[in-house]
RNA sequence: GCCGGUGUGGCGAAACUGGUAGACGCACGGGACUCAAAAUCCCGCGGCCGCGAGGUCGUGUCAGUUCGAGUCUGACCACCGGCACCA
């Protein structure tokens, strides 16, 4: 062998991968034809975002699609797997800036240059629909979708918050804003109420969540982060009547609404607390110029939930009052920056002694504390100081009037229809979804078809004139949106009265975009319709693979957009995605150096020279200088922390194969995976050991068809391990998902055959089949070198279109099993049986061991426990 | 802060339904080949005790359930993702 191996030939992967895609382009291998007497499988991968070159977590999303659709295939599936451009977006516009470029080109040639890396892994890509969806022909329909929920009244127009960068003139998104300022003019950034188009999405929460049980094939942790988002609370609607002097301050007679999961402590307020926005924060800040300060403090505070939830608990006191609704007692009105304006009414009762955020508030601030709840765990009997967590159970009611004694449901129904009766509350379902602002205050995105007359009003751009085209020509400057001097696109006639009129420039959210594109797949050629019948065949899409970052917003707005289009008729489909896979991120090592100015310089893991000594003392220099570096742990890949990896240097050198076989062995699917130039070789070194066996193999001639009957017994045993890491591999890929443990049985299996005899016709024949079916197995994970092996095995056809192989049963029985014998539940000893022993003869075994006699002697034998096939345990 | 996840050798991980902890790979150590190196092949590789057979401890921490716990329950700690204008 090792004579024929100098003359075997090399395994050159930029060769074999040429050769394998031009056979698969010439071929239109991965061409997806609608045809309804074949089952099809729809698989997508999140479409990508244009940002200029593929990122590892580009390769990580597109290699599990791939081994997907390719297995999906090979088990006879019609098979779609798609791709397009998530194209419009921020970044564009800070490219644009920061060279001096226009969106669109920047965007159009990073496409160019994506989609040939692309093409470079061999994904089993349809590029016959690709499409981007910065295109009018896409956006039209994102336009035309748009107006037909204006009429239908589910989309609207009110104020909303935003971001305000008072130097630039510009409304900034949230990552813009950096510790409270704008990032290119470093000026405190200000909230500012302007108007904005949303799309009720509230009108489905009940159903968003009641269908989250259907979906079965979805990770369980995404269902309840979904679940959550849409936070549905059965409360109580509570009404706190105006005290006179604040009926005198608004000038009307009115009440103080709020809403409570927690009725049952209403005689344990003592105070009620509204946003900074409130209206009355408004009124009695006219009044109270120290409170107008601190109300404009507070709204020039981040609107980032994350920061008004960790932000220290601040308030001050409005000087008006209300009524409490059962005990008429004359409880203040403050306002306080933990109540969200966005959630229910913008206000709260506090009940000090039963609300976390409440009690710090009140001892802060020195209002009254007044427990009304009793701790059936008898956890508590007071609740003064300090908070504990058991304060917020629920109990019994106390020390509340006539409402004494009861436990929490009987307390919310007793206290609202008391209320009722008076009619200053009622039962009421509140949810923390809220509607989805869609209104974006910049140019590179699909423009909202309104356009805005002086007599008319807004008047929606009639269909006849859609698309209302974005031009591609502008060059943002970070002072507003270029579109507002564009007169070219902000002129033009009102539809309604045709007096000269203004467009409006806004744009619509990205998530717009990424909300319905697998359904526009079947059809992108299509340009009278946003979908049509091939819609019906493809839908819904049968597997989604996609980053875990996206588990939330993403897929609940793809899921509530599929129903709008449901209930206008253009789909007859509830749930888009019957099966989902979310992949964990791609990270690496962070290194850092922290300058005299206090600024952090990062360096690549590459530039760095990073050792641990036996002693485990750790070393990290920088090879530029010698000098240390800050280690900065791992995290995700990013251009920010400077540890990002070019998958194309990966590519040019080792091959699209080794990048894929690392992405998909070092980590399972849903998992972080830690990268790892030493585990890449590993890759790299596993490809080139299947490529000389198949080559070794082969230059000895072919071998004939194994005779199952004429097997010696190490034959057979080689032969039931070829059969049972296939049967593994195959629920491995298709049921589990966990391509790291498909590729490690492969990896023993090639262990066993590089021991295997090959002196006799029988050895050469198990050998040839354990390739043949190693071949099949490895083709979904990397099919460039599968491709070729595949021939070089002696079969003329491509193996992509070959069928996923089945075991042989018959390999899969064993003569004998080893059983594990523990005493008191450690192992003991082992012991070989036949596979048809029964329960006794296995037990009468296990004590027969020499080792087990050793702890069982002289002791009394209480119980075996026999589990079959596997142990026994003898308890003494 | 809230919601979700993760935690196992020097490292990435495996153990799928409560039943042999560490498969497979990386790094490392030893050997073969070589003038030498690389590549390749073979062997070893959780800690401690023991010549060995074997023993003993060990899955973030602390408790619990069980004949038996990495796996189940409770409390806690650390790290990661999301929090509505990054996509």
């Not at 049967?727 to 049985?745: E, H, L, P, Q, W």
Request: proline fraction near 5%; charge should be negative; charged fraction near 25%.
């Amino acid at each position: 062998m090792s004579d024929l191996s100098h003359s075997l030939p090399e395994y050159n992967p930029q060769a074999v991968e040429a050769e394998a895609q031009s056979w698969w382009s010439d071929h239109d291998s991965f061409l997806a034809r609608e045809d309804a007497t074949r089952e099809k499988f729809y698989c997508l991968s999140m479409f990508p975002y244009p940002s200029g070159r593929l990122h590892m977590g580009h390769v990580r999303n597109y290699t599990i699609g791939d081994v997907i659709a390719r297995h999906q295939r090979m088990q006879g599936r019609n098979v779609l797997q798609p791709m397009g451009w998530d194209a419009f977006g921020l970044p564009a516009e800070n490219a644009a800036m920061a060279r001096g470029v226009a969106p669109a080109a920047w965007t159009l040639d990073n496409i160019s240059y994506m989609r040939r890396q692309l093409q470079a892994l061999g994904f089993a890509i349809d590029w016959s629909r690709e499409f981007a969806t910065c295109q009018p022909e896409y956006y039209r329909w994102n336009q035309w979708l748009f107006l037909r929920l204006l009429e239908k009244g589910l989309v609207y127009q009110t104020t909303g918050t935003v971001n305000w960068d008072p130097l630039d003139q510009t409304v900034l998104a949230n990552e813009q804003v950096i510790d409270g300022r704008g990032w290119r003019t470093g000026a405190m950034v200000e909230k500012r109420e302007i108007p904005m188009y949303y799309m009720r999405i509230t009108a489905y929460a009940d159903e968003l969540l009641d269908a989250l049980d259907g979906l079965s094939e979805w990770p369980e942790r995404v269902r309840v982060m979904q679940a959550n988002w849409i936070g549905r609370s059965e409360g109580v609607e509570i009404a706190f009547p105006f005290d006179p002097l604040t009926r005198e301050a608004v000038g009307a007679d009115g009440v103080l609404r709020v809403f409570t999961t927690r009725a049952d402590t209403l005689l344990g307020a003592t105070y009620c607390a509204v946003a900074a926005e409130h209206p009355l924060a408004t009124v009695a800040a006219r009044t109270n110029p120290e409170l107008a300060a601190f109300i404009d403090e507070c709204k020039r505070g981040s609107v980032m939930e994350a920061d008004v939830a960790t932000a220290e608990k601040r308030g001050m006191a409005t000087g008006l009052f209300v009524r409490h609704p059962l005990s008429d007692a004359r409880l203040e009105v403050w306002v306080a920056n933990y109540v969200l304006m966005g959630y229910g009414e913008g206000a709260v009762m506090a009940v000090p002694a039963h609300d976390e955020r409440d009690f710090e508030f009140s001892l802060k601030y020195g209002l009254a504390i007044r427990c009304v709840i009793r701790s059936k765990s008898g956890a508590y009997t007071d609740t003064t100081a300090p908070w504990q967590p058991s304060y917020a159970e629920r109990g019994i009611t106390t020390n509340s009037e006539g409402f004494d004694g009861l436990e929490f449901q009987q307390a919310v129904a007793a206290i609202a229809s008391a209320l009722e009766k008076k009619g200053l509350g009622q039962k009421r379902i509140q949810f923390r979804l809220r509607d989805w602002g869609i209104s974006r205050q910049r140019y590179w995105g699909t423009p909202i078809p309104i356009i805005h007359c002086e007599t008319c009003g807004a008047v929606p751009v009639p269909e006849d004139q859609l698309p209302v085209v974005l031009p591609e020509d502008c060059v943002p400057d970070g002072s507003g949106n270029p579109l507002r001097k564009r007169q070219d696109f902000l002129n033009c006639a009102c539809p309604k009265c045709g007096k000269p009129s203004r467009r409006e420039t806004d744009t619509m959210d990205t998530f717009v975009d990424s909300s319905w594109y697998f359904l526009r797949f079947p059809c992108a050629d299509n340009q009278r319709a946003m979908v049509d019948e091939r819609v019906k065949y493809w839908l819904p899409v049968d597997q989604y693979v996609g980053g875990i970052e996206h588990a939330i917003l993403h897929l609940l707005y793809s899921r509530f957009w599929t129903r709008v289009m449901r209930d206008l008729g253009l789909v007859a489909l509830d749930e888009p995605f019957a099966k989902l896979l979310t992949q964990g991120m791609v990270l690496n090592g962070i290194y850092f150096r922290k300058t005299e100015a206090g600024r952090l310089v990062y360096y690549h893991p590459t530039e760095v020279d990073d050792q641990e000594d036996s002693s485990g003392h750790r070393t990290v220099v920088l090879l530029a200088d010698g000098q240390p570096v800050e280690p900065g742990g791992i995290g995700t890949m990013s251009k920010s922390k400077n540890n990002g990896v070019d998958p194309q240097t990966l590519v040019d050198s080792l091959g699209a194969d080794t990048a894929r076989l690392f992405t998909m062995f070092t980590a399972p699917p849903e998992q972080s995976l830690e990268w790892s130039d030493e585990g890449v070789q590993g890759a790299s070194r596993f490809l080139k050991r299947i490529w000389k066996a198949v080559h070794a193999h082969v230059a000895s001639g072919f071998a004939g068809p194994v005779a199952p009957g004429a097997l010696n017994h190490f034959q057979k045993s080689l032969r039931r391990q070829v059969h049972q890491t296939l049967a593994k591999v195959s629920d491995d890929i298709g049921r589990r998902r966990t391509f790291n443990t498909a590729i490690a049985a492969v990896m023993e299996l090639l262990n066993a055959l590089n021991r295997a005899e090959t002196s006799t016709p029988e050895d050469r024949a198990v050998v040839q089949e354990a390739l043949e079916l190693t071949v099949l197995m490895l083709s979904p994970i990397v099919p460039h070198i599968c491709h070729r092996l595949w021939n070089v095995l002696g079969h003329p056809g491509a193996i992509i279109d070959e069928t996923w192989p089945l075991p042989d049963p018959s390999a899969l029985v064993a003569e004998t099993r080893e059983i594990v014998v523990q005493v008191n539940g450690k192992v003991r000893g082992r012991v070989s049986v036949a596979s048809t022993a029964t329960e006794a003869e296995v037990r009468t075994a296990a004590l027969a061991d020499g080792n087990v006699q050793r702890f069982v002697d002289g002791r009394t034998v209480r119980n075996v426990i026999v589990v079959p096939g596997r142990l026994v345990n003898v308890v003494v």
